[in-house]
């Protein structure tokens, strides 16, 4: 049997669930009338084991697309630009901090298009100095 998308994201579901019902024990369920702090996470996680074993019964029933493979060099280059982000947000200010989250995270993609790269970061500067500067009011330096 392959390893298709279904099988594996119904296995995360039942064991995130699983892990829920869990440690959901540890609170007072109560009764429907008059539900403890256990109660709802029980339930949302019953539900979500149900919800896996569907995605793992259409899965084995129907099969599916397999699983691609991971794009690492995509993930370490876009983790690497969140990471430059907060690292740089405070020391540069909001202006360049944007210009080299979406410079290094456009590295990422194929082709490099350093015009398109230019105009978004450009208007995503716009946007977040005009709502988390000037509408907000946060203590963000907009220039080191």
Excluded: C
Excluded at 33 to 50: D, K
């Amino acid at each position: 049997m392959a390893v298709t998308k279904d099988l594996l994201s119904g296995a995360i579901f039942a064991l995130v669930g699983l892990i829920v019902v869990i440690e959901a024990q540890n609170h007072a369920m109560g009764s429907l009338l008059r539900m403890g702090p256990g109660y709802y996470p029980t339930f949302v996680g019953v539900l979500a084991i149900l919800i896996g074993a569907a995605l793992i019964a259409k899965s084995v029933m129907q099969g599916g697309p397999a699983v691609p493979r991971i794009a690492f060099r995509e993930t370490a280059i876009l983790t690497a630009s969140i990471i430059v982000f907060a690292v740089s947000l405070e020391r540069l200010g909001l202006v360049i901090s944007t210009y080299l989250l979406i410079g290094i995270g456009s590295l990422a993609a194929r082709p490099y298009r350093p015009l398109e790269t230019l105009l978004l970061s450009t208007a995503l500067v716009i946007v977040g100095a005009a709502v988390f500067w000037w509408f907000l009011q946060l203590p963000i330096p907009l220039w080191p």
